[in-house]
């Protein structure tokens, strides 16, 4: 069968040799570009319609890795979304939206589980041939979720990505709007045309009209020259419009007219232009009740929400937590240049008991600064939580939040051993590697019975 490479197995796992056969059978005559890989990033099996759009008229007579097979190269990708499916037996699926260059193509990567109920490799869905990544260099990282919620933004996200409708992101700041804009454009038929991104409340109303729609020569002090706009710029792609609650009636008015009838009137010009431009637009903000304080336009609110997508906080996720933070310690020790770090389960599970009112965000950069403040080869949950000595009225927070965290964690080990061994605390003590002293003043300290 063209592009098979079953020899290429791991340990010729009887469930995985299985599974690649089915998924053979079902890819073959598929015109989607579909490829299994080992951990090692070997071809296990690709189908002709990868090969295909790597420009090759078959399958290599050799075992080749995936970056030599579909991106000539001689050496790994710097960042490979889908090695995040082999981390950990609980990651359901890894959907990558990548605006690199030097990008694969891949969309999706979903693990195959062997029969120690661990990955042993991972089937990987690549863009149609020809569909070369967009944009300019600026790498988003993967949505990354096995909880219910995330589960129902990704289903939802497939399903709107490729119409033309436009869709309204909510969510608390941190929760990775723009992420998942960037997301929805990549899976869709714009994905090899621009991606622009408008931070609507960091600009004043008069500047915010000037940069969308344009001007014209003359059309007000310091215009030297007329100027396109970002929304003719952005024209066939995405404009996506960040924070769009802080922006006035009056732009909104005009912005209402340009989503009804398709074109822009550049400042200072009575002459219309027609544009092609799906509008993904974001707020942390109640909309429902700016619209009854007569802040925001309702007109313009039904216009944007024709698909509302709700993005869950990290409090609503946990234990997505653990999947996140081994990801942002990956990707920021290579960016760091830093060696292979790894956490603690005792830092783990820190994290996520924390509390993160920032979501993804702050955990991200609690993340990043951990990786690169730290002295060991494992990260603690000192290295997550704790800043340096500027003085603790600095920020007291983060103090007590670490010292909390650990404690819950302890606990939660202490529970975990005393069930383990039956109630017997001297079984439990030696499976803590601790005192059986040590143990019952654990045991008074948490009020344990």
Known sequence: MAGSHAKNLPGADPILTARLEALQLLAEGASDRIMVIGPDQTVIYANQAAWSGAGQAGSPARTAKCYEAILRQTHPCDACSAKEAFAAADVRAVSCSSDEDSACGMTQAYP?????????????????????????ANRADSLIGQSEPMQQLL???RLVADSQATVLLQGESGTGKELAARTIHQLS???DQPFIVVDCGSLPETLLESELFGHVKGAFTGAVASKKGLFEEASGGTIFLDEIADT????????????????IKPVGSNRPIKVDVRVISATNKDLAGLIKAKAFREDLYYRLAVLPLCLPPLRDRREDIPLLARHFVSAASRRHRRPALDATPDAIQALADADWPGNVRELQHAVERAVVTAQGPRLTAQDFFQTPDAGEAGCPGLRSLVRTAAQRAERAR???????????????????????????NKLRDYGIE
């Not at 195959?112 to 300019?136: F, Q, W």
């Not at 005393?418 to 601790?434: C, F």
């Open 155 to 157: 289903g939802m996200i």
């Open 112 to 136: 195959l589980m062997a029969s120690d109920r661990h990955p042993g490799a991972v089937l990987v869905l690549l863009r149609g041939a020809g569909a070369a990544p967009s944009g300019p």
């Open 414 to 440: 202490i529970e975990l051993a005393l069930r383990d061994a039956g109630g017997n605390k001297m079984k439990a003590a030696k499976l803590l590697k601790i005192s059986r002293a040590g143990l019952y």
């Open 189 to 191: 038929y714009r994905r």
């Open 248 to 263: 006035s009636p009056q732009f909104q008015a005009k912005l209402l007219r340009v989503l009804q009838e398709g074109e």
